[in-house]
C-alpha cells in the first residue's frame, strides 16, 4: 500500500513554524521585487501600448516564453527549455505539496495520497533529474565552448548554474538520505532517490538528514528572493516582453510624431529619439529588461561582424545600466553615438533574438536623437542637404526623373493622367548608372509581357526612406506627405519597384500617414508573368545564387518570388549557408550607403565569399543598394546582377 | 561690449549645382533651377551665430531681394540661429553693386552692429563685391576671405586666407568681414527646427534705388560637345599615337 506524502519527516519540531517565517520572507523579498521592476518598466503603459489582443499576447507567451521555441533552436537552448521544463515541472510539484499540506491537511483531507502520491513522486523525480542533467550538461557547454563570448556574463552565468545544480543534486540528496533513513514503500516512484538511498544505509544519521534539509530550503528561499534582483530576473521580465512584442522586426519603423498635425497646431517643441534613458518608452524598458545577453545578435549583426564599433547586444546592455539613477546621463555624448551609427537596420537582431528585443529600433532612437542636435557628419548632412534641396539623395537636379519617359518608350504619370500600373523607380534608378540598367531590364520585361505602366517622373520625390532611417523624421514626413499629395493627385492605385526599400516604405511607412497603396516588387510581378509563360527562357543552367536582402526578404517575408523567377527563367539555384530570413545584410541598409562607417572588412566582401564559397557564378539581388555593394565588393570574382536583369538575358 | 548686434547679410540666388543650359537656347534654364542661399553666405550665418553663441547678442539676417523668396530659405536661415530676418526689396539690376546700396541703408536702421559679416562672393555671380562697397558705404573697415574671426575688446583679429599665403589682420570694430568655404561647417537644422523658426520674425522694407549702367548682354554656357571616338584595344604607343592624329586632323594640336 503506498502511503500518504509525509511532511516535514525527520525533523526537530521548530522546523515548520521557522521554514514558515524564512518562506514568507522569501515570498515579501520576490514581491518587493516584482513590484520594482513592474515600476522601473512602467509596466502598465508597457502592457497598454504593446500592439495585439491579448489573446495574441499570450499565444506569442505560450509558443515563445513556454515552449521555447526560438530559444530551443539551438542546442544549448534545447538545453535551456529541458531546464524550464524541470524547474516548471518542479514548481508545479510544491505547489502540489502546499495544496496538501497547508489547505488540505487542515481540514483532515489529503491530496497525496495512493496512486496520486506515486505519480507525483515519479514526476518530481523526473523534473528533478531533468534539472541536475539539463543544468550540468548546459554548465558544461558555457564552459568548454566559453559562450557568451562576455566574460562578464559568462561568469554570472556560470555562477548561477552552478547554484542551481547545488540546488538539485541536495534535493536528491535529501530524498536519498531520507529514504535511507526512513524507507516509505514509495521507492520505485522516487527512483532517483532510492538508486541513490541503497548504498547510503546504515552510514547516515538524523542531523544529516536536516542539516541537509536546511541546505536545501535555505538555498531555495533564496534563489526566491534573490531572483527579481539578479540576472535570473530574466524568468519574469523576459516572458513579460514575449508577450508584449511580435516576434518579427517590423518592417515599418515607429512614427515618433505627425508633421501634419504639428504644423496644423504650429507647436513643434517636440524632442524626437533616445538623448537619455529617461526618453525610453514602457516598451523599450520591458525590452531591454528582458534581454540576458545571450549575444545571438551580435552574432547575426553585420557591422558586428564586420568590426565596426556596434554591437547589438552592447548597445542594449549601456541603455539597459542607465535605467537605474542615470536616466538622465546624455547618450549623446557617449560611444553610442558613432556606434548608432554603424547599425544597418537589417533586422537580424530582431528575427534572432529568444528575448524579443529589437536594439535596431533603440539605434534609430539614438538617430533621432542626435539629427534634433544637427548632429550629422559631413556625407550625412550632404545627403540631407540634398534631399532638402532636389528631393533625392544625391543632390542632382530633381527635373532628371523625366529623362526615364524617353529612355523607357513609357509615358511619365504627369503625361498619362493616370495608369493601371506605375512603375516607381526610385533615386538609384535615375541617378546611378549601374541601376538604370536595373530599370530597363525591368521595363523591357513588362512591356514584353504587355503590361502598361506609367513611370515615375518629377511629379514625386524620394520615398524617403534613408531620411527616416538616419533619423530625420520631419523630412521623411514632408517627402512622404508630398508624394501622397502627387499620387493622389493621379488616381495611383498600384505600384510596382524594383527598389525594396522603397517597396517597404510605400507600402508599410506611408500607411502610418494616411497612406492606402497597393505595392508590389518587380520580382513578384516576373514570378507572376514567368508563371503564365509570358517571359523568355533566358538562362541555362547556370548556378546562381540569391542574395536576399533585408527590406524584402526578412522585413517583409518576400522569399519565394525572385526564386521563382530565377528558376522559371532556367537559372540552377544554390542556397548560401545564410538566407532567406538568416541571410547577412549587404551592408547598405539603414541609411549607412550614404556615409562611411569605420569597419575593418566590408559586410558586402563577406558576403561576396559566402557565395564564392557556394560555387556561384552569379550573385542574384533584388535590390540596388545590394547590387551596388556586392558589385563593389565582388569586383572579378563573381558577377552580380539584378534578378530582372538575368530575366532579361543580360550578362 | 555687451549685447553685440552681429548682422549677416546673404543672398538668395539659383542652385548652380543643379543648373542645366536650356537644351535649346544654350542659356541657363533659370526657371527649372530652385533658389538656394549661396554657400559662402550660410558659412557667415553659422560664423554669426557662432559668435553669438560666444559673446551673447542678437545676430540678425539682412537680404537684398527683388521678388518673394522662397519661405524655405528664410526658414532655413532662422533655423540655422538668426534671431530675425530683414529684407529689402530692390529692382532688378545686373550691376554687381546693387545689393550694396540697399544693404547699407537697412543696416543703418538696425543700430549700431558690432560685426557685419557676408561671403566672399554669390555663388551665381561671385563677383566679390558687395562686402567692399558695404564697408565704403558704412565707413568702416573691410576684411575679406576670412578663414578665421576672433573678436574682443572692441577689436577682431582674423586670418585672411588668400592663394599662396594667410595673412593675419587686425582692426577695430565696427568692421565688415566677408568669409570664405574653410572658416566652418554650417549646421543642418532638422526640419522640426524649421518649421519651429516660422515664429521668428521676418520683415520687408523698400530699398532705395539701385545702381545701374551695367547691362548683361549675353549668358550661353559653353559647348561640350564630345567627339565620340573610342580608341580600342592597342598599345598604349600605338594608340597615343592615334589620339595624336585625331587631334591633329582637327586642329586641336599641331604635329
Known amino acids: 500500500m503506498i502511503p500518504a506524502r509525509e511532511n516535514f519527516a525527520l525533523l526537530p519540531a521548530w522546523t515548520p513554524p521557522l521554514m514558515y517565517a524564512l518562506a514568507l520572507l522569501a515570498a515579501a523579498c520576490f514581491l518587493a521585487g516584482c513590484l520594482r521592476l513592474a515600476r522601473r518598466i512602467d509596466l502598465r503603459e508597457a502592457w497598454r501600448i504593446a500592439p495585439g489582443s491579448s489573446r495574441e499576447k499570450m499565444a506569442r507567451l505560450l509558443t515563445y516564453g513556454l515552449l521555447q521555441r526560438r530559444i530551443a533552436s539551438r542546442f544549448n537552448g534545447l538545453l535551456h527549455a529541458a531546464l524550464v521544463a524541470g524547474f516548471v515541472l518542479l514548481l508545479l510539484a510544491t505547489t502540489l505539496v502546499f495544496v496538501d499540506q497547508d489547505l488540505l491537511r487542515p481540514f483532515g483531507r489529503r491530496l497525496l495520497t495512493g496512486n496520486i502520491y506515486a505519480a507525483f513522486s515519479l514526476g518530481a523525480n523526473a523534473a528533478g533529474l531533468l534539472v541536475v542533467v539539463a543544468g550540468g550538461a548546459l554548465l558544461a557547454w558555457v564552459v568548454a565552448r ?53 548504498p547510503l544505509r546504515g552510514h547516515v544519521t538524523a542531523k544529516l538528514y536536516t542539516a541537509l534539509w536546511w541546505s536545501h530550503a535555505v538555498l531555495a528561499f533564496g534563489f526566491i528572493a534573490a531572483l527579481p534582483y539578479t540576472a535570473l530576473s530574466h524568468v519574469l521580465a523576459t516572458p513579460l516582453n514575449i508577450a508584449l512584442a511580435p516576434p518579427e522586426p517590423a518592417g515599418a519603423l515607429s512614427k515618433p510624431f505627425d508633421l501634419a498635425a504639428l504644423m496644423a497646431s504650429g507647436q513643434f517643441d517636440v524632442k524626437p529619439g533616445i538623448a537619455r534613458a529617461a526618453d525610453l518608452t514602457a516598451a523599450d524598458r520591458a525590452a531591454l529588461l528582458a534581454c540576458t545577453s545571450c549575444g545571438r545578435c551580435e552574432e547575426v549583426c553585420p557591422s558586428a561582424l564586420s568590426g565596426a564599433s556596434l554591437s547589438p547586444r552592447i548597445l542594449v546592455r549601456e541603455l539597459r545600466d542607465r535605467l537605474n539613477g542615470r536616466a538622465q546621463e546624455d547618450l549623446l555624448a557617449t560611444p553610442l553615438a558613432s556606434q548608432a551609427w554603424a547599425c544597418n537596420t537589417c533586422g537580424g537582431c530582431a528575427a534572432v533574438c529568444p528575448a524579443h528585443v529589437r536594439p535596431y529600433e533603440l539605434a534609430v532612437g539614438i538617430r533621432r536623437a542626435l539629427l534634433a542636435e544637427g548632429r550629422a557628419d559631413g556625407r550625412q548632412a550632404q545627403m540631407l542637404a540634398g534631399l532638402e534641396r532636389a528631393g533625392n539623395p544625391y543632390g542632382m537636379p530633381a527635373a532628371d526623373r523625366e529623362s526615364l519617359s524617353d529612355l523607357l518608350g513609357a509615358p511619365t504619370l504627369a503625361q498619362a493622367g493616370q495608369a493601371e500600373w506605375l512603375y516607381w523607380v526610385g533615386c538609384a534608378g535615375v541617378y ?100 503564365q509563360r509570358k517571359l523568355p527562357r533566358s538562362m541555362d543552367g547556370e548556378r546562381v545564387t540569391l542574395h536576399d536582402g533585408c527590406s524584402l526578404g526578412r522585413l517583409n517575408g518576400i522569399y519565394e518570388a525572385p526564386r521563382w523567377a530565377l528558376h522559371s527563367a532556367g537559372a540552377r539555384l544554390v542556397e548560401m549557408p545564410r538566407s532567406r530570413r ?59 546582377l539584378d534578378v530582372a536583369e538575368l530575366l532579361a538575358g543580360v550578362d | 561690449m555687451p549685447d553685440p548686434l552681429f548682422v549677416v547679410c546673404f543672398k538668395m540666388c539659383v542652385d548652380v549645382a543643379v543648373l542645366r543650359p536650356h537644351p535649346d537656347t544654350g542659356e541657363p534654364d533659370l526657371a527649372r533651377a530652385p533658389l538656394r542661399i549661396s554657400d559662402f553666405d550660410e558659412r557667415a550665418i553659422e560664423e554669426a551665430v557662432r559668435l553669438r553663441e560666444k559673446h551673447g547678442g542678437r545676430v540678425v539676417g539682412v537680404s537684398a531681394v527683388t521678388s518673394d523668396p522662397p519661405r524655405e530659405l528664410l526658414l532655413k536661415a532662422l533655423a540655422m540661429g538668426l534671431d530675425a530676418v530683414r529684407l529689402v526689396t530692390i529692382a532688378p539690376s545686373d550691376h554687381p553693386g546693387s545689393a550694396a546700396a540697399a544693404l547699407a541703408e537697412a543696416i543703418h536702421a538696425l543700430g549700431e552692429p558690432a560685426l557685419i559679416l557676408c561671403g566672399e562672393g554669390s555663388v551665381d555671380g561671385y563677383n566679390g563685391q558687395t562686402g567692399p562697397r558695404l564697408a565704403e558705404l558704412l565707413v ?116
Open chain 2, 140 to 255: 568702416m573697415p573691410c576684411v575679406t576671405y576670412a578663414g578665421r574671426i576672433e573678436i574682443g575688446c572692441g577689436q577682431l583679429e582674423a586670418d585672411r586666407m588668400l592663394e599662396d599665403r594667410a595673412e593675419a589682420v587686425t582692426c577695430a570694430l565696427p568692421a565688415v568681414v566677408t568669409v570664405g568655404g574653410e572658416i566652418n561647417t554650417p549646421r543642418l537644422p532638422s526640419v522640426l527646427q524649421l518649421m519651429a523658426a516660422g515664429r521668428k520674425p521676418v520683415e520687408t522694407v523698400c530699398g532705395v534705388a539701385t545702381a545701374t549702367g551695367v547691362v548683361t548682354l549675353d549668358v550661353t554656357a559653353p559647348s561640350t560637345s564630345r567627339k565620340r571616338i573610342r580608341i580600342d584595344g592597342a598599345q598604349p604607343a600605338e594608340a597615343a599615337i592615334s589620339l595624336l592624329h585625331y587631334l591633329a586632323r582637327d586642329g586641336e594640336v599641331a604635329v
Open chain 1, 432 to 531: 546611378d548608372a549601374r541601376v538604370r540598367r536595373v530599370v530597363e531590364a525591368t521595363a523591357g520585361l513588362l512591356r514584353r509581357a504587355g503590361v502598361k505602366f506609367a513611370v515615375t517622373g518629377a511629379e514625386v520625390a524620394c520615398c524617403g526612406e534613408a531620411a527616416r532611417r538616419m533619423g530625420e523624421e520631419g523630412r521623411f514626413q514632408m517627402l512622404a506627405l508630398d508624394n501622397l499629395v502627387a499620387l493622389e493627385q493621379y488616381g495611383v492605385r498600384r505600384i510596382v519597384t524594383h527598389c525594396p526599400h522603397c517597396y517597404n516604405t510605400l507600402r508599410n511607412e506611408y500607411a502610418q500617414l494616411g497612406g492606402r497603396l497597393d505595392v508590389v516588387h518587380h520580382t513578384e510581378l516576373l514570378a507572376e508573368l514567368a508563371e
Open chain 1, 582 to 640: 538568416t541571410a547577412l545584410c549587404c551592408g547598405g541598409g539603414g541609411g549607412a550607403y550614404w556615409y562611411d562607417v569605420e569597419r575593418s572588412v566590408p559586410p558586402a566582401r563577406l558576403r561576396v565569399e559566402e557565395a564564392v564559397a557556394m560555387g556561384a557564378g552569379i550573385i542574384a539581388t533584388e535590390c540596388p543598394f545590394c547590387l551596388k555593394m556586392l558589385g563593389d565588393a565582388a569586383a572579378e570574382s563573381v558577377k552580380v
Open chain 1, 146 to 198: 566559453e559562450k557568451p563570448a562576455d566574460e562578464r556574463v559568462r561568469r554570472n552565468l556560470t555562477t548561477t548554474l552552478g547554484a542551481l545544480l547545488v540546488l538539485g543534486v541536495t534535493g536528491f540528496a535529501l530524498e536519498a538520505v531520507r529514504l535511507a533513513l526512513r524507507p516509505t514503500g514509495a521507492e520505485p516512484w522516487r527512483f532517483a532517490g532510492a538508486w541513490l538511498a541503497d
